[in-house]
């Protein structure tokens, strides 16, 4: 083979940090603390912290190859540990901190962690299993409260600034090449053990610069960037890096989660690009009801870990005056892989139509590749209607789990990802997610689509939640129930309502045979709906 | 080491266009013919031709790893060769039409290219070198006109239309790897031989996705993109790639390289971004003056190969409401080095500051890192006044030239590309070339930027081009000497005119010793100022 002549410049993830300090030293980062107050940094002031934490995580023992965990919300050290974890050689792990107890410790011990860096407002989850990790060599607190904290963590606990004050601002980088891995990250796993995606340096790399396309997110300079997606979630989409890598601003919410907090910042920071679950946009959207606040300042609010629904996304568009992008991705994909941009063809339709579009989970951006099967695995069409599962590949796209090696069949024999969502792809390569492939609800042999039922109900004015679940059928093996949590501002609504609702946009037989109130429905760890709690509360009835 | 787990996902030029046929088969490549009439079809189209092509270059008898020249205007055939000699494992070899003679035979044989593809309009120049270049297998004609053409290339030559008619539509890529060889583009060299940077897909993938980041040239579905700059030159900036990688159009001049028909064309296919060198934007400005159209259906006028005058910039921007993107690159660069788009800091500047900045040659995008040093190789600050000699790295970037071992200076021990351009950075990361390290006046162990007082003098009203040279001198060793043409609507500027317009401006000892005017500058290949014709020209005066 003629090779090019080109130079072999590694991709890795230094060269980000290394482009951003050097290129936008006084761009900052923003923290909002624990009591509130807000905490500024700069680029310069980031770079030269890494280059200490790398120093840090040698002195405790930190070896290339090495899995670190962060135990935390978003904020300036968990940004420090996303560079410094793969700076020094080692791959960072980020611990989902809404995980129950006995998938935490699961995960901490399959990746045999060595070192878990833990936000101090976080140490009571930690603790509680602290018995259970007993592989884990040091823990090190940021966020330690004036004063100091008591933490049951005897022996092996560390002050993350003291550590900080002590290392050392030189260091060299210890990255041995693009392949070499740098983060790890578990899927929640409604079902069996969670399963880990090993990120290399490449992936990562090329996941920047890739959403960093005019075509994808495309953060630049001039944009102030607020991942609300927590850090702790497949790298924050990616965010972090994607900020660094450009020079924008960073915003980052700490534990302030709540829909008020949110707001508040997005106005006095002047935030660009917002970036969350639809539960999150669904709450802030209902906060700013009661106090109004000007957010249109975001030029791309961005949406993704499950569909927004359209009524929401028109709410922001209309009443908000906010653009909102509707994007999907996996753990598995680093995570991104679509967005649902307007394309030259919609901009002459009407209004509504463009939300349509905009609903979709949107086009592959240029490193994804997506095709949609059958059960068979024979390849489907394109065309709007045809339902089948999709399935990805590309150079930010997962080839296996870590140390995971067969019964698996999330991959197949020819290099796809199986994604387990159900979806159609228009003409025009638009995707749109009907459903999880365990969520569907098969009805007499046909397809019914939980998500999209769930959609048209959350478009109720008096539904704030719904959840469509399948239970088993004696005539038709399943049905499909409805769970619906009302509005707090008003009357709850009656199912013969609902029914009558759906009923103008649905086939017959889509109809929920039955519609029950909660107050509130189950989530996972990753804040989605948790249908396996559901399904085991309601298939009795 | 411990590697990911991500998948092996070869960056290569193949994918793209499966990417943009995939996406966006009904978005357009349109060519204006050597007639005049407008060509029009789709990347369906595109794709499917490609694929026949890669079936006629195997019918020729090429190889993987051969080369195959290219000797043509921006046309859809010569799009086709940019995706089909790749596809096919080949080396897609861009012939510069604009070289003498003796360098074009010079570059064919040293690249000892099999089969060349000519655009019937330019077939006279080859033909004057035929028996200088007998290693070429076939010649193969496109844009032949009814009825045939004569030639004297007997024996050798094809019709590229019959052979594509009888060639298969099926074919498989035959790409080996991401770091196979993909393209080759000789510089025209003012001193020496042309020396030949070999592209590889990984290079040029990566270049493509570089240069749709948004802040980058950031091309979406949303642009009409037409690459002004000839696909002969560093592959024409890599537009043709980037608009397939996102589904943009294309639009493309053929011969109609006239600022009227390239106005034109701007006007009636709605161009959002165009690209090429200062001249072909200066030429336009000057005749819309006379035959005003509407252009400001740009986005982005991207303006490189030599630097475009502050006044230019200012007049595209006031007069004809025309962003323009000022960028730098080298072939050695696949090419996108800087582009210069205003930060966040620059926004509330007076519009004055604003095209001061734009003026310059801009920041790195993300994949390209710059230094400066001086004569012995020290790195220099970046303080907006300390000129240093720029050098590059990443991934992009050439690491040596084609078959040119040993004897050759341009890349550092370090793995740096020696630019040979002499430039300040500012502290927020704008380069901006004061000279090429062979054009400065060295004048008492002084430096005096050519550029510098070339810009200067062409924002005079008199004035449509200038170029300065160093001449000897026995107190200073080198002293500036000034070649001018006046503009046609005015009266030829006088010398003391000249001298008192510039005084202000520059350091007394800056101001040319002599202003000579003429009727045009020599240029070279690439249009730009032929500064070794002009040195020997007036040396001696």
Redesign the interface.
């Known amino acids: 083979?003629?090779?090019?002549?080109?130079?072999?410049?590694q991709?890795t993830i230094d060269?980000?940090l290394?482009?951003g300090n050097?290129?936008?030293p006084?761009k900052q980062v923003k923290t909002k603390l624990p009591d509130g107050t807000l905490h500024k940094y700069s680029y310069r002031d980031l770079f030269r912290r890494v280059k200490r934490l790398c120093n840090v995580l040698e002195g405790l023992g930190v070896q290339?190859?090495d899995r670190v965990g962060t135990f935390a919300w978003n904020n300036s050290q968990h940004v420090e540990l996303y560079f410094a974890v793969p700076g020094a050689g080692a791959?960072v792990h980020t611990l989902n901190i809404r995980l129950f107890t006995d998938q935490l410790s699961y995960i901490i011990n399959h990746a045999e962690d060595k070192v878990i860096f833990i936000d101090a407002t976080l140490l009571p989850l930690i603790e509680g299993l602290a018995d259970r990790i007993g592989g884990v060599e040091h823990f090190v607190l940021f966020n330690v409260p004036h004063g100091g904290i008591e933490t049951k963590l005897l022996g092996r606990v560390h002050d993350y600034e003291t550590l900080m004050a002590a290392a050392d601002e030189e260091y060299t980088w210890r990255v041995?090449?693009e392949?070499?891995?740098?983060g790890l990250c578990y899927t929640s796993g409604t079902t069996g053990h969670p399963k880990g995606?090993?990120?290399?340096?490449?992936?990562m790399y090329?996941h920047t610069?890739?959403s960093?396309?005019?075509?994808a997110v495309?953060?630049?300079?001039?944009d102030v960037v607020m991942p609300v997606v927590p850090q702790f979630h497949a790298m924050a989409w990616g965010l972090p890096y994607a900020a660094v890598?450009?020079?924008a601003d960073l915003v980052l919410p700490g534990p302030h989660m709540q829909p008020s907090a949110l707001a508040e910042m997005i106005e006095t920071e002047r935030v660009t690009v917002a970036a969350g679950v639809p539960t999150i946009w669904n709450g802030m959207y209902h906060d700013l009801k009661q106090n109004p606040r000007d957010i249109s300042c975001i030029r791309a609010l961005v949406v993704g870990g499950s569909a927004m629904p359209r009524s929401l996304i028109e709410a922001y568009e209309k009443e908000l005056h906010v653009n909102v992008v509707h994007a999907w991705g996996m753990t598995e994909m680093?995570p991104l892989g679509t967005v649902s941009?307007l394309?030259?063809h919609h901009?002459d339709r009407p209004q509504d139509q463009q939300w349509d579009v905009k609903a979709r989970q949107g086009?592959?951006i240029?490193?994804v590749?997506m095709r949609i099967v059958n059960e068979e695995g024979r390849e489907l069409p394109w065309d709007g209607t045809t339902m089948g599962e999709l399935q990805v590949?590309?150079?930010?796209?997962?080839?296996?789990?870590?140390r995971l090696d067969g019964g698996d069949d999330s991959f197949t024999e020819d290099?796809w990802?199986r994604t387990g969502d159900v979806v159609t792809i228009t003409e025009?390569?638009f995707m749109t997610i009907t459903d999880r492939t365990k969520d569907l609800v098969k009805s007499g042999g046909e397809w019914i689509s939980s998500v999209e039922l769930e959609n048209l109900l959350m478009a109720h004015p008096q539904v704030l939640e719904a959840a469509v679940i399948a239970v088993p059928h004696e005539r038709w093996q399943e049905r499909p129930l409805a769970v619906v949590v009302p509005t707090l501002a008003s009357e709850p609504p009656r199912a013969v309502e609902l029914r009558r609702f759906l009923e103008p946009q649905v086939a017959s037989w889509w109809l929920p045979d039955d519609f029950l109130l909660t107050d509130q429905i189950p989530k996972t760890g990753t804040g989605k709906f948790d249908k396996k709690v559901l399904r085991e509360r309601y298939a009795r009835t």
Chains 1, 2 share one sequence.
């Open positions: 083979m003629l090779s090019g002549l080109m130079m072999n410049y991709l060269r980000i290394e482009h050097r290129l936008y006084y290339p190859g791959v041995e090449g392949n070499q891995a740098m995606s090993l990120y290399s340096h490449r992936s090329l610069v890739g960093c396309q005019a075509a495309g953060v630049t300079e001039n890598n450009v020079g680093s941009k394309l030259t901009m086009y592959p240029s490193g590749e590949r590309g150079p930010w796209v997962a080839r296996a789990y870590y290099g990802f025009d390569g």
